[in-house]
């Protein structure tokens, strides 16, 4: 177990460098980052060439790129060619932010699709069961950025009608940098964290409603039945606990892409977090801090692979890692 | 010839094991009026091909059937945009902006800031998405075939290589990639829009097809197809490709809701198709303009879902009919 561990840990450093690789050859071709001093006409031209030597912009990509790795560990990701402000502190402060409303988002989505994918598949083919199948088939059909749009439209007409303000439709915080756990907070991040549940919720109760059905057919259960367990000890001791082993797998991977796919949320929430600031780091062709986004996301989704892998040899002791 | 009858073709017994299917029996009495009616008229019993049995299959799946119709509706009036639609979706009436749904000039959609016709807007948006969705799912399917067949029948180092290279797309973040790859182009025509999604689509194929070919490449027909002198080419194309059709088929379709959905996403953001052509993302982006105005949002996402869910049912009654040994779990 252990040397799977590393061996896969090891494995997900050349991952690592070449998509860094391939990113910042993206990145670096997308945005020339004293694009915007060229415009300021009392800048000659030799103060920008003078400039792209000091920053390595005048060497081949490769080169640049070797630089730049150099500036990630000598200098926490370095500093932004446009704002000559260090990177760092931005990143943290915006990756609190996403990760408080991812999280949120997931653990809630996990509690209630598991909840739901157990009642489904014991009462199969009910009413309730009808109902949450074709939520999350809806759940499935909806793109992210019209699931938040309607939620912020919806809650805004509330406010102009009402003048009633039960969630804020974009921000962090009523005063810039009011507390992160204030009921102010939970307002404000109430429906990016909804966005984020619906989606979630409708892939989770959809597994776990087909693992449940699946673990439902098995032996071992058919056995705990006939020594004539009562239902509720077979449900919950036999079947739940199998059936939640794939449903960890795919919750794990799942965060990955949530937390990549958080861009559209947070755009449209106007939410500080880490996919606005890269969206608004993009428009504006910082490569750096783009780069110190790809950076963070790609350890993010190789992390919650890894995470997946492990859980998954974990609970299940018939998988054998070699 | 009651033996024929209850003597199911072979090529047919997995037919019971398909979830939600109506059993066995029904299927037999099906044939047995067939047959009854092919002996009275002193004929042969006409093999029928795989095929027949999936059409068979799919045309019994309700749900899929009726998206079906609802699908092909929703894109005819995309494909004939330019006959349906009331307006041409640049043509704008200053004197008529966000006016509410109304009959009156036939605003069915209501009209845009810049008093362009929604309804009209939304049909050629339709056509857009359609374009991007084939498109993609046509250039993914191929790449993403290529890449799992040559991988799973070859096997050792070229399959190490390709699927290290499969591993490295799946890790990449793949939304801010498209909207880097998107920034660095600028906007575009739909058609290189499909080109940069399809870069990202084409992984998920070719994992299934590898997985595929790796299996059936130790076949008996196989080792009989080199026994006879055939070559690589032939025996992966020829003998290996038709038996992997049904998986292709249910991913290509699945692959154009899934298209649909991202370039509607990067389009929303900005980052898509150009600012003449209309897209259903774009449309749902001017709705985020005018918050007060719901009918901007709600009929271009309405519109998307519909598609989306279509395709999704078509998929699945696909995926019973073509390929009923595998389960279906969504991801």
Known sequence: ?322 | MSEMTSRPDPRNEHEGLVPGEQGIGRMLSGQAAVVDSTVAAGLEIKARSQWAYARKRFIRHRLAMASLIVLTFVFGVGIFANIIAPYSYQAFDLTNILHAPTTVGHHYFGTDDIGRDYFSGCIYGIRTSLEVGVFVAFLATIFGLLVGAVAGYFGGWIDNLLMRITDLVLTLPALAILLVVAALLGQGSQWRVSFILAGFFWTGLARIVRGLFLSLREKEYVEAAKACGSGNMRIMFRHILPNTLGPIIVNGTLAVATAILTEAALSFLGFGIKATTPSLGKLVASGQANPTDWWLTVFPGLIIVTIVLCINFIGDGLRDALDPTQRRLRA
């Open chain 1, 1 to 322: 177990m252990l040397t799977y561990i590393i061996r896969r840990v090891l494995y997900s450093i050349p991952v690592l460098i070449v998509s860094s690789f391939l990113s910042f050859t993206f990145v670096s071709l997308a945005g020339n980052p004293l694009g915007q001093l060229r415009i300021v006409p009392n800048i000659s031209q030799n103060t920008l060439n003078n400039l792209s030597h000091q920053y390595h912009l005048d060497k081949p990509i490769p080169i640049r790129y070797m630089y730049w790795v150099e500036d990630v560990f000598t200098h926490k990701l370095g500093n932004s060619l446009q704002t000559l402000q260090p990177i760092w502190p931005d990143i943290t402060r915006t990756l609190g932010h996403t990760l408080q409303v991812v999280m949120t988002a997931e653990i809630l989505a996990l509690i209630l699709g598991i909840l739901v994918g157990i009642f489904s598949a014991t009462r199969q083919y009910s009413f309730f069961d009808y109902f949450f199948t074709s939520f999350s088939f809806l759940g499935f059909a909806m793109p992210v950025f019209w699931v938040a749009l309607l939620l912020q439209i919806a809650f805004t007409d509330i406010y102009l009608h009402w003048h009633v303000r039960i969630f804020y439709a974009s921000g962090l915080n009523s005063v810039p940098g009011g507390s992160a756990w204030s009921i102010d907070r939970l307002q404000h991040i109430a429906l990016p964290v909804l966005t984020l549940m619906i989606i979630s919720f409708a892939l989770y109760s959809r597994f776990m409603r087909a693992s449940m059905l699946d673990v439902l057919n098995t032996d071992y259960v058919r056995t705990a039945r006939a020594k004539g367990l009562p239902e509720w000890r077979v449900i919950m001791g036999h079947v739940f606990r199998n059936a939640l082993i794939p449903i960890i797998t795919v919750a794990a991977l799942n965060i990955g892409a949530v937390f990549g796919g958080a861009i559209i949320t947070e755009t449209i929430f106007t939410l500080d977090g880490i996919g606005f600031y890269f969206v608004n780091r993009l428009g504006a062709g910082d490569v750096y801090a783009v780069m110190a986004y790809l950076v963070v996301t790609s350890v993010i989704i190789v992390l919650f692979n890894l995470i997946a892998d492990i859980l998954y040899g974990f609970l299940d002791p018939r998988i054998r890692y070699e």
